[in-house]
């Protein structure tokens, strides 16, 4: 073979791989998760809005999203013969990634009430004061039923999907802080439901345990600090408005 030949096929190779891993972000990306986990409550309630009238409505969605997810996740490992520890997902040093995710906690509450406070002073009109999915908490049933959600679909599935991405990224599409950068903003967008302000927070949320994560390499310390987030938030609301 001449070596033309050779550079030709190692292009159309990398070119392959490109078109494969942006693929698999897209597919990741909770679009088709969401879309397929959307059709049965649709079909029965013949509105998307009824997701938003029961929390137990909200849960079960949310988890049958993430069961979606999760499987998707693991077909594109196995096809790859990859496994959750390459993602980061590893309990080397467990102890010190558990201290690195509870401290970053105060860090997000601390991000939450600037942001707030910069919507309340400079853009009133988008200002919110509550998280309108935390309306729909009306007895302790609905509080632990939202719990286990956000531990499963926000510290456990978001956390393992951002990490999918930012490899993918990484490999093949352009570098792993082009790829923070446009999922953090695409993750800020996927919480369109708690306002703009909300979509705000969450991108800066995401830019945070991105940078933990490919700070540290392992998923432990992002998965603590946003279940941790996710899970004091709704029982701060709960015992705070009573």
Do not use: C
């Amino acid at each position: 073979m001449e070596p033309s030949d050779s550079t030709t096929e190692t292009q159309k190779r990398v070119w392959l791989d490109r078109l494969q891993a942006f693929f698999e972000v897209i597919l990741m990306s909770g679009l088709f998760s969401s879309f397929v986990a959307t059709v049965p409550f649709a079909l029965r309630a013949h509105s998307t809005e009824a997701l938003l009238k029961s929390v137990r409505v909200v849960t079960s969605f949310v988890l049958l999203e993430a069961g979606i997810t999760f499987l998707l996740l693991a077909l594109i490992l196995k096809a790859h013969g990859e496994t959750l520890a390459d993602l980061g997902l590893r309990w080397d040093r467990w102890r010190s990634q558990l201290v690195l995710g509870i401290t970053v906690l105060p860090v997000l509450f601390f991000l939450n009430a600037l942001i707030g406070g910069a919507f309340r002073l400079f853009l009133p009109n988008y200002f919110t004061e509550r998280n309108p999915l935390m309306e729909i908490i009306h007895n302790p049933e609905d509080l632990v039923l939202l719990i286990i959600s956000v531990l499963i679909a926000g510290g456990i599935k978001e956390e393992l999907q951002r990490a999918f991405i930012l490899i993918r990224f990484r490999d093949h599409l352009g570098g792993a802080r082009l790829g923070l950068v446009l999922w953090s903003i695409a993750f800020g967008a996927g919480h369109y439901v708690q306002g703009f302000q909300g979509m705000v927070v969450a991108g800066f949320f995401g830019l945070v345990f991105g940078v933990v994560y490919l700070f540290r390499g392992n998923l432990i310390a992002p998965v603590v600090s946003h279940g941790l987030y996710d899970a004091a938030a709704l029982l701060g609301y709960w015992f705070l408005r009573r």
